[in-house]
């Protein structure tokens, strides 16, 4: 069982940055497929950012180029470096880990305001 904590997650202006940190507690850390997802207000959660065990990314076209998730598993963490954020990337930001089972945080807030 793995068991994910969010933190990075804050008040940002448009045309800022900020880095989400997944830490991951648990054993085997460099098997799960790891991802980020999104749910703002009203709409249904949407996958954001996903890299595999292998290094392989995917991303939101909304995202791409602006957003770049990576992974260290030595430190059992995945992040997500958010730049040039605009209004529409507010949401509660989630974790997820895919081995078999999907596994997620309590999510973390980020509002993209002026």
């Known amino acids: 069982q793995v068991q994910l904590a969010e933190s990075g997650g804050g008040l940002v202006q448009p045309g800022g940055s900020l880095r989400l940190s997944c830490a991951a507690s648990g054993r085997f850390f460099s098997i799960y497929d790891m991802g980020w997802y999104r749910q703002a207000p009203g709409k249904q959660r949407e996958l954001v950012a996903r890299i595999t065990s292998g290094g392989s990314t995917n991303y939101a076209d909304s995202v791409k180029g602006r957003f770049t998730i990576s992974r260290d598993n030595a430190k059992n963490t995945v992040y997500l470096q958010m730049n040039s954020l605009k209004s529409e990337d507010t949401a509660v930001y989630y974790c997820?880990?895919?081995?078999?089972?999907?596994?997620w945080g309590q999510g973390t807030q980020v509002t993209v305001s002026s």
């Open positions: 997820n880990a895919l081995y078999r089972l999907d596994y």
